[in-house]
């Protein structure tokens, strides 16, 4: 099932409100490895739990022309604008920035806008996904 090239430009609704807490961070901290669990900040890749709930937009989206089982992950980058920190209340809308065919195959790149409660941008989390022409 090709990728549905009118996906590029695609900008989903905000993800429901995340509100960041110590025991959160320490969570996260611990599973990914971090030198310090216990620290007052949030790792930088924090901000993937964020842009997991956008993603899923994307992936659950029928219009998208493609199937999760067809998805490898192919690329993760962030571009923190400031710490994420316990008390952050955080919403991430995302919107499809690419769209590379490849034969059967294409490279879609979403990059998720990650705000706190004010509406100030805290971190741009960027995904590039591989899509498989399905089985």
Known sequence: MPVNPDLQGRVYPPTAPLLVTAARIAEFAAAVGASDPAAPIAPPTFAI?????????????????????????GEQRFA????????????????????????????????????????????????MLLVGGGS
Do not use: C, K, W
């Open 49 to 73: 739990v964020v842009q997991q709930a956008a993603l899923d937009a994307l992936l659950a989206d029928p219009d998208a022309g493609f199937e999760i089982r067809d998805v490898v992950h």
């Open 80 to 127: 923190l604008a400031r710490p994420i920190v316990p008390g952050d209340e955080l919403t991430g809308t995302m919107s499809v920035t690419g769209i590379r065919t490849l034969g059967a195959n294409a490279m879609v790149t979403a990059e998720t806008r990650i705000a706190d409660a004010s509406g100030e941008t805290v971190a741009t989390a960027t995904s």
